[in-house]
């Protein structure tokens, strides 16, 4: 269709050397222990958020869904795009919990 010869491009297993195969492990493994650890992250952070959310007493209507799971499972939130949304959501409320700090600290 595209004018690819497939059986030219496709690598079989059998052409694999062994350190290419272990090399292949090794990232697999690396990739798969990265996606834990950001999956713990953001475990921790939507406990944060939630937990800041209920000492600010925020309103749901000012509450990031994202951040909340109420939009989309852990494969999504793991994204980068998404990630980054659920860090900027955290920074806001530290944000907030430090301005109305100063404000108790100041009267």
């Known amino acids: 269709c595209l004018g690819i010869d497939l059986n030219t491009t496709i690598l079989g297993v059998d052409s694999l050397k062994p350190s290419d195969l272990e090399s292949v492990q090794h990232i697999k493994d690396e990739l798969r ?29 000012e509450q990031c869904p994202l951040s909340t799971g109420q939009v989309c499972g852990m494969e999504e ?13 955290k920074l806001r409320l530290d944000i907030i919990k430090k301005e109305n700090m100063a404000k108790f600290i100041n009267n």
């Open 33 to 61: 222990m990265t996606l834990e650890h950001k999956k713990v992250k953001v475990t921790i952070l939507m406990k944060q958020i939630s937990a800041l959310y209920a000492r600010l007493d925020t309103p749901a209507s």
């Open 77 to 89: 939130l793991v994204k980068n795009e998404n990630f980054l949304q659920i860090k900027e959501e």
